[in-house]
């Protein structure tokens, strides 16, 4: 439960300590150790109010109720999702305001509730921002990324996070010694990365077309590339070829340096014939335009960023039908391409540190955003990780 302090119940008052001087030793420790407890009983989280309002505030630290875990945050990073809710003051899947902020974490088990038999005080963890139920009608489907139920847990810039039962359950990971926690908070986007990877059947061999070089962008090239599969980039920014060669592109074409960009990208696939399967990590209607210019006949399209409500395009139809072409969007993960990712994440080949690009402090994190806004599209971040217990050195 998220309490404010002024909703909280009164801490317990120690009412022994004259009244058995036998014991008034014990009674004082206990008095020190309340006194303890009294001190870790707020946290500063980040809140956000409403459009572009976020705002620092003392809390109460989260309880684990049985089957819930609390959880220090190490490290959370900042996502594009965060930065769309923040501009649009909600988010349609997840809380409305006032609402603890952010979803991608990893951290230390500070508080095991009943029950929890799978992790101990001072587990590293990592936990998903949701889990199903496995129960409705798109779990059943094996579709659990669209479960009518999805369970979504946030408030990640913040010293302490609780883990839902259902979460604890089924999304959250032990992180090997040796992995940072800021690293291991990769787990979740990379999820959906994953997934999206999947759906459109991109195989070792086959050439890939990635339209946009954002945080999603540049996971698709890298994971793409480590599956044997030759990644064309195109990018609006001149600094992001560097960015998307780093992260595997083969060829980077960049927007506008070109004058048409679907001719020039289709000339470097092989004869011209289009790339095997694209992805839209843009969620622009002339990036979904382009995307199935790009692919060859017979090829696959994955719209995978996510437009405003009431977006509409234009695609040739003929095309479309003459050309056998798949359309497919994805959203969101599943425990178990979470879990694939977490391998990704965790065996070494996955250049995690690269898409870390600063670090703040808790404090920090409603200036972030703020500046996050101002520098819009043109910011040369990838992710910065934000480290409630202070930024190490
Ligand atoms: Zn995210
Ligand atoms: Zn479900």
């Known amino acids: 439960m998220w309490l404010r302090l002024s909703d909280a119940a009164p801490q317990p008052t120690i009412a022994c300590i004259w009244k058995d001087s036998g014991r008034q030793g014990k009674c004082i420790e206990r008095a020190r150790n309340e006194k303890i407890e009294e001190m870790i ?11 572009e309002d976020l705002r ?29 809710v923040y501009r649009r003051g909600y988010h349609a899947m997840m809380l409305k305001p006032p609402m603890p902020f952010g979803h991608e974490f990893a951290g230390v088990v500070a508080e095991v509730g009943a029950g929890v038999t799978a992790f101990r005080e001072g587990d590293r963890v990592v936990a998903m921002n949701s889990a199903p139920c496995d129960a409705c009608f798109f779990c059943r489907h094996g579709q659990q990324n669209l479960c009518e139920n999805l369970l979504f847990n946030n408030g990640t810039y913040a010293e302490f996070i609780r883990i839902p039962a259902r979460i604890v359950e ?24 994953v997934r999206g990877l999947e759906e ?10 990635v339209i946009g070089a954002g945080p999603i962008g540049l996971m698709f090239m890298h994971v793409a590339e480590l599956t044997g599969v030759t990644v064309i980039a195109v990018v609006k ?38 790339a095997d399967v694209v992805i839209d990590a843009v969620a622009s209607p002339a990036a979904w335009e382009w995307a199935v210019d790009m692919v060859r006949k017979g090829g696959a399209v994955n719209f995978f960023g996510g437009p405003p409500r009431g977006t509409k395009v234009q695609l040739d139809t003929n095309r479309l039908h003459y050309g056998d072409i798949t ?10 391409t979470c879990r694939t990712a977490f391998g990704l994440v965790t065996n070494g080949r996955f250049k995690c540190a690269e898409y ?38």
């Open 41 to 51: 009983s707020e946290m500063t989280a980040a809140v956000l109010y409403g459009k």
């Open 237 to 274: 920014r001149e600094d992001q070829i560097a960015t998307a060669t780093l992260f595997g592109a083969t060829k980077v074409l960049q927007v506008e340096a070109v004058e048409d960009v679907v001719e020039a990208t289709r000339a470097l696939t092989s004869e011209g014939r289009g």
């Open 170 to 193: 089924k999304n959250t990971l032990l992180v090997p010694d040796g992995v940072a926690l800021e690293h291991a908070a990769l787990t979740e986007p990379l999820a959906c990365v």
């Open 327 to 336: 359309l497919k969007a994805s959203f969101h993960h599943t425990p178990a």
């Open 200 to 209: 459109s059947g991109a195989k070792a061999g086959d050439t890939m077309v």
């Open 56 to 84: 620092l505030e003392r809390v109460a630290v989260p309880q684990a109720e049985p089957g819930e875990l609390v959880v220090r945050v190490g490290a959370a990073l900042t996502c594009g999702t965060d930065l769309k």
């Open 356 to 393: 870390i690009t600063g670090r703040a402090g808790l404090d920090e994190v409603p200036g972030l955003f703020a500046r996050m806004m101002s520098r819009g599209g043109g910011s040369r971040e990838i992710k910065t990780a934000v480290f409630p217990g202070g930024v190490p050195r």
